[in-house]
Each structure stands twice: as C-alpha cells, then as structure tokens.
C-alpha cells in the first residue's frame, strides 16, 4: 500500500475511534439523557438524506439489504449506543466491539461451513480469554449488564458479516446508504415503546448542540466518510492488507477516551484487552513469508502498479510502460528461479519436471494479485 493510501486507511482508523467518544457526548449532553435508540434514528435519518436521492441502489435483493440493515446497522449500533447509554465507558466499548471478528470466524464456520485454520482458532481462543479477563475486572467495579449489550452488538455486526458474504453483496457506500433507511423507523417505533412519547418528544424539542454535533459526526465522519474510504481501499488492495488498520480503532478509543472522558481503564481491562487484540490480530494478520527471490518482487511490484493505475495516480502511458517491463523481468525471473529449484527437487524425486508456477512460491499471498474483472480489462487496452 503506497503512503498516501496508508495515511488514509490510518484517518479511517482515527475517525472510528473517535465515534465512540461522539456517541457518548450525544448521549450524556451537559447532564441530560438522550434516549438511545431515538439517536440511532437520527444518525442513520442523516446517513440516508439526502445521499439516498444521489447514491444507485446496489445489485443486490431487497432482502439482503434489509437484513444488513436490520443486523449492520439497527442490530449493532442500537446495542451499542444501548450499553453506552446503560453506563458503558466509550473506550472499552471501542475495545469489546472488535470481538466481532472473533464473532464473525465462530459463525461463519457454524452457518457458511468455513473451517477456521489454526491461527483463527488460536486468535478465537485467545481474545475468548481476553473478554473473560475483561468481563470478571468489570464485575468487581461495574454492573455486567452494559458490557453483554455491547458483546450482543459485536455478535449483531458478526452476523451482518456473514450475510454479506453469503449474498455476495458488494460492501460498497451504495449498501452503506441503502441499508441505512431500513434503521429509522423501526427504532422510531422501539423508541417510542421503550422510552414513551413524552421523552421521545421532549428529547426531540430540547435537543442539546452537542447530541446535534455528535449525530452530524457519526453520519459524516463515521459512516460516510469513513466507509467511502475504506471500500475504496479495499476495492484497490487485497483484505489482508487494509483490515489489520481496524487495530488501532481501540487504541484511538481509549486515547481519546481517557484526554476527553477522563476515562482510566482498570489494569484488568487493559490486561484483558491487549489479550483480545491479540486474539484478534492473531485472526486476522497473515505471516509474510520471505520475498526475497526475483518472481515475488516482480509479483510485488506488479500489484503496487495496478493499484496506483486503478486509483489514478498513474497515467495510462506510464501504466502500460510498467507493467510492460515488469513482464520482462517477470519472464527472465520465471525461467531462472524454478529450473534452479526443480533440479534441486528432481535429484531427490526422481522424474520430477520443475513448474514455471512454483516461482511464485515465496510470494506473500498479497503480493500476486488476482486479475479481476477491472485488471482484465486494463490488460487489454494496455495490449490492444
């Protein structure tokens, strides 16, 4: 990932880690309560208008969008400002909230069959035993009740995560906005069961600058723009390479947290948390191998130059003339490294044929792009 890109995957990371901060201003503003579920509404009221009128319906059912809406979006933020509202410090919830990934490998093995490798399962294991230690130094200090509502928002995006995947729906901004309309109303409605029209209407006329400023700083800046980014980042880069920034969210949390709130987290939350983001960075990082041989540099060069060409930062002429001398090199490379190694192997397996492929072999897994649809298709002009 180039500089310039790193930097904005790194302000994605700061913008959601200050959200938390902003929700628990709007919720608590100068003294007075904002029903929870009432400024969920109003959050995703400012998400869909008027960008619903300007952003396409993405290619997927209605049905998908719905239940990412209802699980994303109503599920998850509406526990979460629920458990904040219920006494949940901002900076944990920043830190428990990433139990989603955990979450996320639990169900997708459960409902989608993925079979989780040793190291998801060993992160599993090991942030498991990170919100137990989390769990037990909040009992002593705090009621229970705030920290489960916040897991049940985890397991709420966890869901919403495999129903992405399940419908192969596109993450893009066009979901973010289109499944934001299905949240309004029904917590309109929850708000209004739960809360009473009294306080619902009262909350609505007496609206603090504040919970105005935090809802304007949740739509924009957390779902917007945040969002807009990070989909474009991993329209241009492989998973592997941009989720691990959601790491810093937590550490963004609570540094925030702690110079805004004044929020100090006890040593066996800290304790705790660090063993969930090992458990989580455990799920998620991939080991990188190696890239020392002459294929997995032109491998890795290759995937930089298309994803500076697809994010506009090369013109077509300079597009075409790198990737041009990269398959160059590419070939002279090929046909070197693996006649040396399959000599190596044929001496010890008799008959064996060495592999033009087997160059690739020290490659990261991120460092030889799949040509998808958009690569083919610049391939072409480029050729043509």
């Not at 880690?17 to 201003?25: M, Q, R, S, T, Y």
């Not at 007496?206 to 980014?229: E, K, W």
């Not at 948390?273 to 080991?287: D, I, S």
């Not at 191998?289 to 002429?317: C, F, K, M, N, T």
Request: net charge positive; aromatic share 4%; hydrophobic share 55%.
């Amino acid at each position: 990932m180039n500089p310039r890109h790193s930097a904005l995957a790194l302000l994605v990371a700061v913008l959601w880690g200050v959200n938390f901060v902003a929700i628990d201003l709007g919720l608590h503003p100068d003294g007075a309560e904002m029903p929870p579920l009432l400024f969920v509404a109003m959050r995703f009221t400012l998400v869909v208008i008027p960008c619903i009128f300007f952003i396409r319906k993405p290619d997927v059912s209605w049905k998908a969008i719905i239940g990412v809406g209802l699980l994303m979006s109503a599920g998850q933020f509406g526990l979460l400002y629920l458990g904040m509202a219920l006494g949940m410090p901002a900076g944990l919830a920043s830190l428990v909230i990433q139990a989603q990934v955990l979450l996320t490998v639990l169900l997708a093995a459960g409902i989608l069959g993925e079979r989780p490798s040793r190291r998801q399962f060993a992160g599993v294991v090991l942030g498991v035993a990170g919100l137990t230690v989390v769990a037990v130094g909040r009992s002593l200090v705090a009621p229970m009740l705030p920290l489960m509502i916040v897991l049940a928002a985890a397991l709420s995006w966890a869901a919403g995560n495999v129903l992405v995947r399940k419908t192969k729906a596109a993450s893009g901004l066009g979901l973010v906005v289109w499944s934001a309309a299905v949240v309004p109303l029904p917590l309109l409605g929850l708000s209004l069961l739960l809360d009473g029209p009294a306080a619902v209407s009262a909350a609505l006329i007496g609206v603090q600058p504040v919970s105005l400023a935090s809802a304007l700083y949740t739509a924009v800046f957390g779902s917007l723009v945040g969002y807009g980014i990070w989909n474009r980042l991993l329209g241009l880069y492989p998973s592997s390479a941009v989720v691990p920034f959601t790491l810093l969210v937590p550490v963004v949390g609570m540094t925030a947290a702690w110079l805004v709130l004044g929020e100090v987290p006890s040593p066996a939350e800290v304790a705790g948390g660090l063993l969930l983001l090992g458990g989580v960075a455990t799920a998620v990082l991939r080991p990188r191998r190696p890239s020392g041989s002459a294929v997995a540099q032109h491998a890795q060069l290759r995937g930089d130059v298309l994803a500076a060409g697809r994010a506009g930062d090369l013109p077509e002429d300079a597009l075409a003339g790198a990737l041009a001398a990269g398959r160059g090199v590419g070939r002279g490379a090929a046909e070197r490294e693996p006649a040396a190694r399959g000599a190596g192997r044929a001496a010890e397996v008799p008959g064996a044929a060495p592999r033009a492929e087997e160059g690739l072999a020290d490659a990261p897994p991120e460092a030889v792009p799949l040509a998808g649809p958009r690569e083919a298709d610049t391939g072409r002009r480029l050729e043509g």
